[in-house]
């Protein structure tokens, strides 16, 4: 077994040229995907940049702050994740708050690759995962796992959260 290290002590300054605050480690990398860990400080950013052939999913989790796909923005917090697709300019940044993430980049493949690890790793999913009382010299066997459906709660903005700039009044 090799245990694989990453959080403080072991990460670097890095990312795209521009990237400002953010310190990260490879977790794993092969020929199928890389797995980072970025550590974003207050007022950090991943410049908007573009990976030519690679789907990532960008996984807060803890902290909050703004992610960027094409030329739209969203405020992300932990416990949600976004895709950033192949081709397309993405980035993230914080404002006053820290944020860590997982960046899974998955070579050469598009969202279906992301479906597609999801739905094999359910499908491996055996009764002594689950917690079944299973006997030690009993082999373990599949059981039938389907993926959860749901959605986020609406989140309401608050009034010292809203952004005067949009030119509204509140």
Known sequence: MEI???GPGHRRLGGPPGTQNVEGAVILADDR????ELAFGRYAMVVPHENPDNTALFVVISGAGWVQVGDERARINHGEA???PPGIPHG???DGTDMRAIVIELTGGGVEAIEGVAHAALDEVTDADVGADVDDD???TPVPVT???GSL?????TRDEYDHSE???W
């Open 4 to 6: 694989l290290r990453f």
């Open 33 to 36: 995907a890389v797995v980072s």
């Open 82 to 84: 976004v895709v950033w």
């Open 92 to 94: 993230a940044y914080t």
């Open 138 to 140: 009993t082999p373990a």
């Open 147 to 149: 993926p959860a459906e």
């Open 153 to 157: 709660a609406e989140r309401n903005v």
């Open 167 to 169: 030119g509204e009044p």
